[in-house]
């Protein structure tokens, strides 16, 4: 299993970007894929979820309404737009899947949000 996360970077408050993770070595359309974050000090958590179909989406309560998880079973890539950044996104953003009960995770990629 491998994932690849592209399209972090230093975003000014109330911007936006959009962050693409590439999958590849499992059956990408069979699995639930999420988002986590980690900034420093704290622990990681889980910002979104989305279903391997697709239809279903779930996220943190401190990011509705302003990430957007997606993903395309033919490109086996998933996505998040984040809009109306916020100082408190500052993190690292990893993308993660659960394979047969083992979790696998990016390389990361760092969003900072500051003027």
């Known amino acids: 299993v491998q994932l690849v996360e592209s399209g972090g970077g230093l975003v000014q408050p109330g911007g936006s970007l959009s962050l693409s993770c590439a999958a590849s070595g499992f059956t990408f359309s069979r699995y639930v894929m999420n988002w986590y974050r980690q900034a420093p000090g704290k622990e990681r958590e889980l910002v979104a979820s989305i279903a391997s179909a697709g239809g279903s989406t779930d996220y943190a309560d401190s990011v509705k309404g302003r990430f957007t998880i997606s993903r395309n079973n033919v490109k086996g890539t998933v996505y998040l737009q984040m809009n109306s950044l916020k100082a408190e996104d500052t993190a690292v953003y990893y993308c993660?899947?659960?394979?047969?009960?083992?979790?696998?995770w990016g390389q990361g990629t760092q969003i900072t949000v500051s003027s």
């Open positions: 993660n899947v659960r394979v047969f009960s083992r979790n696998y």
